[in-house]
């Protein structure tokens, strides 16, 4: 049986921040998880097929939701101390996938090799989404799809003020985080055809990270 800790050596490369932040995660997101988040992976990641790629895996927080019967599922992970517990998570699963080092703007994977790319709270954090979502479309095979749930700009110009005035501080907090970032935009630009797009709130979050979207969008087949 794991004691729960994390050998030094699995998180050589993350600052003492990082590593704090990373064993807070799970406990920080608790309660969100339980008023409806793990609801909304379920339903979006039961859409995965085909050979899967998931960005910025964390703690490995999907991978319950993911379906039987993928041909793969390999999940990516910058972090040291993110990584490391991901892999903890993935050894007391039973869920066959692989854990590999790689960000999300330059993606180890051949041109139009990937069916299904799945991006959980992970545009948000990134430094350059417009080159991510060109690696998104990049690596998918025509037809393929991006499963999508981001926390978001909010529509309301009181709390997107708020979202404005602790946008710094927040990043600082929260790895790189930016709550104010109007993602769906990102995503509608970028040439992937979005459908299923719905808006849900997070509860049990601060409220500058409650707005969210969640969907799908599929690279078009060329002519």
């Not at 699963?93 to 790319?117: G, I, Y």
């Not at 769906?184 to 979207?213: F, H, K, M, T, Y």
Request: net charge neutral; glycine share 10%.
């Amino acid at each position: 049986m794991s004691s729960g800790a994390v050998p030094a050596a699995a998180v050589e490369g993350s600052d003492l921040w990082a590593r704090v932040f990373a064993a807070l995660y799970d406990p920080l997101l608790w309660v969100g998880e339980k008023a409806g988040m793990g609801a909304r992976r379920r339903g979006l990641l039961g859409r995965a097929r085909g050979r899967t790629v998931e960005l910025g895996s964390g703690t490995g927080l999907n991978l319950e939701y993911y379906p039987d019967g993928l041909d793969e599922l390999i999940l990516t992970e910058p972090e040291p101390a993110m990584r490391a517990r991901l892999a903890r998570r993935l050894g007391r699963s039973r869920r066959r996938a692989r854990v590999v080092d790689a960000s999300a703007e330059r993606l180890p994977f051949a041109d139009d090799t990937v069916d299904t790319v799945v991006s959980t709270l992970v545009l948000c954090t990134v430094d350059d989404p417009d080159r991510v979502l060109r690696e998104i479309g990049r690596v998918l095979r025509p037809g393929g799809q991006l499963l999508f749930l981001e926390h978001v700009r909010s529509e309301s110009p009181r709390l997107a003020s708020w979202q404005d005035r602790l946008a710094g501080p927040w990043r600082r907090f929260a790895e790189g985080c930016h709550c104010n970032r109007a993602t769906l935009e990102l995503i509608r630009a970028c040439g992937l055809e979005l459908e299923d797009v719905q808006e849900a709130s997070w509860r049990g979050e601060p409220p500058i990270i409650r707005p969210l979207i969640l969907g799908v969008a599929t690279k078009v087949a060329s002519d």
